[in-house]
Nanobody, 115 residues
Framework: QVQVVESGGGLVQPGGSLRLSCQTSENIINFSAMGWYRQAPGKQLERVAT???????DVADSVKDRFTISRDIARNTVYLQLNGLKPEDTAIYYC?????????WGQGTQVTVSS
């Protein structure tokens, strides 16, 4: 069973930064794509950023100028760098790993942006 574990969330002031990590139990190049999603209270799950098996990235327009997705294959880890955080970025951030027709999800990490 594939394990997906997120970390790095926390409470940060507006304008601050965080780096989220997503580590998997197997080599991340086994997955066709990995991505970060978020769900704010009372809202639907939203795609934030994805990275493909060849390393191409796609970041949602709403955060493209502030968030960056990257990976470290040797560490089986995908990162999401969050800069210039705003209160509306407050959400639970989930990592997803896609293999063929199966999606594996982590438990999520809470990001709270507040002064």
């Amino acid at each position: 069973q594939v394990q997906v574990v997120e970390s790095g969330g926390g409470l940060v002031q507006p304008g601050g930064s965080l780096r989220l990590s997503c580590q998997t139990s197997e080599n991340i190049i086994n997955f066709s794509a990995m991505g970060w999603y978020r769900q704010a209270p009372g809202k639907q799950l939203e795609r934030v950023a994805t990275i493909s098996i060849i390393g191409s990235t796609d970041v949602a327009d709403s955060v493209k100028d502030r968030f960056t997705i990257s990976r470290d294959i040797a560490r089986n880890t995908v990162y999401l760098q969050l800069n210039g955080l705003k209160p509306e970025d407050t959400a639970i951030y989930y990592c997803n790993a896609e293999k063929r027709t199966t999606n594996y999800w982590g438990q999520g990490t809470q990001v709270t942006v507040s002064s």
